[in-house]
């Protein structure tokens, strides 16, 4: 199939491209600047210059691909403070993609987040469906939406993917909390630390996506989760391993002042299942877990 691939060269993008390209298809990314066009044909792909916003660029692209894997997301709100303005460009992109795939049945699939759907449990993939309001809750939507185009005769499909996708070059959560330990000079927990993220190896969930694209049902709903639920002490032991600092619990009337903007992320219990991924497309993790992962000790290198 020619897949189109948006995010080709981001942190997911960069993995699920030769993901593709190895398993015989040809693949079309999209590049916001000439240096992601030039990584992304470096791996082997054609890159297409334009951003999320370039909606006939994206028209044009999606309308000569077998297929689509969405996986941009404009970061820049991370600088500007406009989560709802990227997540709003973000839905217009999808929205194009509908309409152009509708009664196709060609596949598109689409990245989305696993934090805070069943806080306090396991989260299934049939949770976490029901509308939602205040911060998110656009983006949430858009993935219903892509869920909801099953009945225009497009096989969609959401990958919900955990707050850490992790490998070498991360430079997402993980890395931000080891930043917080070096600065501090102690790798702190909150609490007891007993609360729980989902995790995945990010070529773990590079060929997640490239099994949705190749086969997922209209309408699924898929869990990319390696580790169903790292206790977060676990993981301050692991970066106080790798830094050689003393591991704490930080108390949480003292968290936001010790953790900063992540506090409130880090605090949260929030596990995940993917049973139903695993038996639907015989999808099963093979790279290294979190803690594993950590104990390699390239996050610790820079």
Known sequence: MRILVTGASGWIGSATVPELIG????????????????????????????????????????????????????HDWMQTGDFEGAAQLDRAAVELFGEVLAGSDRPLVIASG???????????EVDGHEPTEGFGATRHGT????????????????????????????????????????????SGYIGDGANRWPAVHRFDAARLFRLAIESAPA?????????????????????????????????????AAHFGWIAPLLGTDTPATCAITRELLGWEPTHPGLIEDLDQGHYFTS
């Not at 990314?29 to 994206?58: K, P």
């Open 114 to 124: 696993l934090f805070g759907v069943a806080p306090g449990r396991a989260a299934t």
């Open 143 to 186: 993935a219903e939406l892509t869920l909801s185009f099953a009945d225009r005769g497009i096989r969609s499909s959401v990958v919900r993917l955990p707050p850490t996708v992790h490998g070498d070059g991360d430079k997402g959560f993980v890395p931000t909390i080891i930043g917080v330990a070096r600065d501090k000079g102690v």
């Open 219 to 255: 309408g699924s709903t898929l869990h990319g989760v390696g580790d169903e639920g790292v206790p977060i002490r676990e993981l301050a032991e692991a970066i106080g391993r790798g830094l050689d600092l003393p591991v704490t619990s930080v108390a949480q009337d003292d968290a």
């Open 23 to 74: 398993a015989g298809h040809e693949v079309v990314g999209l590049a916001r600047s000439e240096a992601s066009a030039a990584a992304i044909e470096a791996a082997g792909a054609t890159a297409v210059r334009g951003g999320l916003e370039d909606l006939d660029v994206l028209r044009e692209a999606a309308t000569s691909s077998d297929g689509l894997a969405h996986l941009a997301f404009n």
